[in-house]
């Protein structure tokens, strides 16, 4: 068994919006995002920053507790902050988990913001049965103004894992009046469905619930804007959608 550690924000034994089926969801510390409209801005810092609550935890003490839960569960996510920060504690988990008789029935996926290498991928995909990368935004400048990083690794993880069958969802947070622009959101469908026309795509609101507090302030998106976004994707492609 790995000796590993890594540094553990929190834990949630059961998730039904963390990817397919119930799941034992472990949000990671630290994250090289800085998304003004993140829902977990505590897991940003650093792991070893003052700042940072993140427990630190051994492989083991998590199997421990995923087995208790596992007869209800479907998978096991990672997510973050960003989960590729840590992506040899990422492998050794899921490695762990493919080799206990126990477990090894749970699918193991990343809940990602896109922002790794292939050499990354390529270390989580022989023990991952899938991702769900966020999509800030398409366009690069506005991509930026959310995040304070470039959206090149994401667009190029997005194709990377599609080809290597480990893409399972795309996700859309969608702020009004910045990033749901429906020309933009158009040109978002057409990539997207570039990349694959049939892809699974999440269109998430935003709410103001758990993020910090900025200004200006950021607007919650209303079923209006999202059955507005939702009939952008329907004329493109064969997307599966999902609007939350």
Known sequence: MSSLHGFVADTVSFSCV???GNRFVVFLQGCNFNCV???NPQTIACP???ASKARLRTIESLLTQIGQAAPFLSGITVSGGEATQQASFVGALFTAINHDAGLQRLTCFVDTNGAADERTWDDLLPVMDGAMVDLKCLDPQIHYRLTGQPNDQVLQSIRYLQRAGRL???RLLLVPGVNDNPALLHRTAAW???VDPAMRVKLIGFRCHGVRPMMPELNEASAADMQAAAAVFAGIGR???TVV
Request: hydrophobic residues 50%.
């Open 18 to 20: 963390d990817g397919p």
């Open 37 to 39: 409209a993140c829902h």
């Open 48 to 50: 070893i920053d003052g």
């Open 168 to 170: 399972y969802e795309v």
């Open 192 to 194: 997207l469905a570039a």
């Open 239 to 241: 997307f599966a959608v």
